[in-house]
């Protein structure tokens, strides 16, 4: 179907941070599947994790039990340091889905009404996360959707306190709006918002499906500021290109679906289970939430120095930064990078992102630095 527009590569083989296309040309892989390919392209924890599995048991729905599943949700808890539940679907939209009908619940079983969720802010294509998603463009197109969403500009803790009452259910908050422009809020703005929920009673739900597991140097990006959600949502990165989605739900929140409630023929899959194990072990054995952290600042530091008339400058943290441009070049910018060897996304008209695999080093990352000059020339003529 038309929806995505004619991709301008057909891409046929991936190793590391490289990627091939079918006329057999080499790219420095820097978006990584939209934030997913984690380890890079075919890494071979990756690959043994997901053949072994699939060669020992690639499905058994949730009418049983598997093993990887009960491993994979115990190690989020782990890493979470929570008590806790999960629920495992196959898609970020799915999981923010399950977050929302949570809220739902919570919100029918305490008198609460409605939702709050951010101008600009991305949660997914379903009707129920296309709700909460703040861009007027995807959102209104197919509205209505008879639920009492308030959206409030990103950022804003005047505006999230006073959108936030006793009757409100949840509040939906990225930790940093990716599809909007990887733009981070002012320091202590999650801080606030864990805060603001705390003292009305609403449930705090914090989308990081694109932020999390290591792509800003930490964990969860909630990290960064102490500010634990009371509902997390996971996917893209978390099964290093294995489709999967994880919802946590910490403390007593982790009951509120009972049984009935909520469920997925795929959710909980041992395949994908099973490459998010590996994701999350070599991140750890590798050390590669130091590497997000180092490299970022290679990026970012390098592209910082540049002084060109398109570059405005560069927001973002760890392995998921932005090239903020002065004018609207970025599809322009995007061409000339790939001409050069390098992937990157024009994000928005003025933007670029670059959220590389977290395997990539300093060297890699230094020589789209050095590249990036020419790049910006070409786009700009
Ligand atoms: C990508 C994304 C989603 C949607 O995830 P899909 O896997 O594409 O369904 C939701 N929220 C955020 C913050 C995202 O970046």
């Not at 390919?37 to 599995?53: D, F, K, N, R």
């Not at 007027?136 to 005047?158: C, L, M, N, T």
């Amino acid at each position: 179907m038309p929806n995505y527009g004619v991709p301008p590569l057909a891409l046929v083989r991936g190793e590391g941070c490289t990627v091939w296309d079918a006329d057999g040309n080499a790219y420095l892989d820097l978006i990584g599947g939209i934030a997913v390919t984690s380890l890079g392209h075919a890494h071979p924890a990756l690959v043994a994790a997901v053949t072994g599995q699939v060669g020992t048991i690639a499905h058994t729905s949730n009418l049983f039990l598997n093993e990887p599943e009960v491993r994979l949700a115990e190690r989020l808890l782990g890493l979470l340091g929570g008590d806790g539940r999960v629920f495992l679907a196959n898609s970020g939209t799915e999981a923010n889905e399950a977050a929302l009908k949570i809220a739902i619940k919570y919100g029918r079983t305490h008198g609460r009404s409605y939702f709050v969720a951010t101008e600009e802010g991305f949660h997914g294509r379903s009707l129920g996360a296309l709700s909460l998603t703040g861009k007027a463009a995807i959102r209104e197109p197919f509205g209505p959707f008879g639920r009492d969403v308030r959206f409030v500009p990103y950022g804003d803790v005047d505006a999230l306190k006073s959108a936030v009452t006793e009757d409100c259910a949840a509040v939906f908050l990225e930790p940093t709006q990716g599809e909007a422009g990887v733009v981070p809020p002012p320091p202590g703005y999650l801080a606030a918002a864990r805060e603001i929920c705390t003292a009305n009673g609403a449930l705090y739900v914090g989308d990081e499906i694109q932020s999390a597991i290591g792509r800003t140097g930490a964990w969860f990006a909630f990290q960064h500021e102490d500010a634990r959600p009371d509902v997390l949502t996971l996917a893209k990165g978390l099964g290093g290109g294995l489709p999967i989605g994880a919802v946590v739900a910490f403390g007593e929140h982790g009951d509120i679906f009972a049984k009935g409630d909520h469920g997925s023929t795929f959710g909980g899959n041992p395949v994908a289970a099973s490459a998010a194990l590996a994701v999350l072990d070599t991140l750890e054995a590798d050390g590669l939430l130091a590497n997000a952290a180092l490299v970022g600042r290679v990026l970012a530091d390098g592209v910082a120095a540049i002084d060109h008339p398109l570059l405005a400058g560069v927001r973002g943290r760890g392995l998921w930064q932005a090239l903020v441009l002065t004018s609207d070049a970025s599809a322009a910018v995007q061409d000339a990078a790939r001409a050069a060897g390098f992937l990157v996304n024009a994000l928005r008209p003025n933007a670029v992102r670059l959220a590389p695999p977290l395997t990539i080093t300093a060297e890699q990352a230094q020589s789209f630095v050095d590249a990036l000059p020419a790049i910006l020339e070409e786009a700009a003529r």
